[in-house]
Nanobody, 117 residues
Framework: VQLQAYGGGLVQAGGSLRFSCVASANISSINVMGWYRQAPGKQRELVAA???????NYADSVKGRFTISRDNAKNTVYLQMNNLKPEDTAVYYCHARRGIRTLYDYWGQGTQVTVSS
């Protein structure tokens, strides 16, 4: 599965950005898709995820501000980020996990988000 991410950039605190992640495979067959981020000097962390059944999971730090959604017809997952804060500054990665007995992880290219105060 290849993942192509779009979006990101520079925004002022309080602003919004939207990410898109387009998969090369039918996302209905993908167990879970989501977004991770990695800030300088920190470990990569889960931001938000959505299962094939539509269940969502968010990091506590983004709850109420970020929304993940999916469009199966377009094989695309979206991350709407509102009320961005400087601490959201990081490289964001689209992620997909697929499999039954053996799970396979796929990553998109990193996309920089910089939130200025």
């Amino acid at each position: 599965v290849q993942l192509q991410a779009y979006g990101g950039g520079l925004v002022q605190a309080g602003g919004s950005l939207r990410f898109s992640c387009v998969a090369s495979a039918n996302i209905s067959s993908i167990n879970v898709m989501g977004w991770y981020r990695q800030a300088p000097g920190k470990q990569r962390e889960l931001v938000a995820a959505i299962t094939s059944g539509g269940s969502t999971n968010y990091a506590d730090s983004v709850k109420g501000r970020f929304t993940i959604s999916r469009d199966n017809a377009k094989n695309t997952v979206y991350l709407q980020m509102n009320n961005l804060k400087p601490e959201d500054t990081a490289v964001y990665y689209c992620h997909a996990r697929r499999g039954i007995r053996t799970l396979y992880d796929y990553w998109g290219q990193g996309t920089q988000v910089t939130v200025s105060s």
